[in-house]
């Protein structure tokens, strides 16, 4: 059963105070005193060290399902949460590409080096229809930060299901690191009315309900653009973020490995990341376009 909005923010805080609480007891040891499913436990101790970094530095490859067609990116990611600051280097499709984005700088629009024609750099809106072409989510929802809200957007909707939506799949290997397998599945995913309010927009909607825009926009075919305002009409939107997601988390480091979301369609999305570096002391010139490593020109 889903929680009303003043419970769901209760709930948070319980679960931030409790969350530390956690890491000594794995799958098959339930918290002492607590009845609660011990694979969520595993989540809210991941949530927990999730929200302690603010820098990192890995590995990232993502599957997307655009218009039907699985398109898949790969590349290596320096991020630091506050102030926001990113640097990536793609490796697939475009090889080479190198974008860069510093709060406060470039009149807040992405650094582009596309390495290739027209072999000049330019800058990006980064809510554009260039930077938005082929991806869910925008440069700002890069690393662990957005899974986390995710994860505890079902923590709390569902808190009195967990034993029925959380489960502990058991231990496996993913990119060569030892994790456990935790499945998240939701039996009443659905689509639902929504009637828009003027001046609301698919971005707007998406962040207040914890769902994806493109999910939205791929059920809703004349929809254009994600930040334009949408008037007052009906639109299809999901109930949660996904049916279905299946992620691997470190048992050592209890931080994410892999994961793989799923929609009433099959695969909606997947990421695996790869040689992670957490809370990276980057050097200032790292996030500089005259970083001596870098392309920019």
Not at 132 to 161: C, P, W
Request: proline residues 5%.
């Amino acid at each position: 059963m889903k929680r009303s909005l003043f419970s769901r923010w209760c709930i948070i805080l319980v679960l931030l105070v409790s969350a530390s609480g956690f890491s000594r007891y794995g799958p098959g040891n339930p918290v002492p005193g607590n009845q609660e499913y011990p694979a969520a436990g595993l989540l809210r101790q991941m949530i927990s060290n999730i929200r302690s970094i603010n820098s990192l530095e890995f590995s990232m490859k993502v599957i997307y399902r655009i218009e039907g067609e699985q398109i898949e990116k790969r590349g290596r990611f320096k991020l630091v949460n506050e102030p926001f600051r990113i640097y990536y280097k793609q490796e697939y499709p475009r090889r080479d590409l190198e974008i860069l984005y510093v709060d406060g700088k470039h009149n807040n629009r992405i650094l582009v080096n596309p390495n290739s024609f027209p072999w000049i750099n330019f800058t990006l809106d980064p809510y554009g229809r260039l930077m938005s072409e082929n991806r869910h989510q925008t440069i700002f929802e890069a690393g662990f930060r957005l899974i986390a809200d995710i994860l505890e957007s079902f923590l709390v909707d569902y808190s009195e299901d967990l034993d029925k939506i959380v489960r502990y799949s058991g231990k496996k290997v993913a990119n060569e690191i030892p994790c456990h397998h935790i499945i998240i599945e939701i039996p009443d995913f659905r689509y639902i009315n929504y009637t828009t309010r003027e001046g609301e927009t698919v971005a707007s909607i998406a962040q207040q309900k914890g769902i994806n825009s493109y999910m939205i926009m791929e059920n809703n075919p004349g929809i254009g653009s994600s930040r334009k305002s949408l008037g007052a009409k009906d639109i299809l939107i999901p109930n949660c973020y996904a049916k279905r997601i299946e992620f691997c988390v470190d048992r050592e480091k209890l931080i994410l490995t892999s994961l793989e979301v799923y929609d009433d369609k099959g695969l909606f999305e997947s990421f695996d990341f790869g040689d992670i570096k957490l809370n990276v002391s980057f050097h200032p010139e790292e996030f500089n376009r005259d970083f001596p490593e870098y392309g920019f020109k």
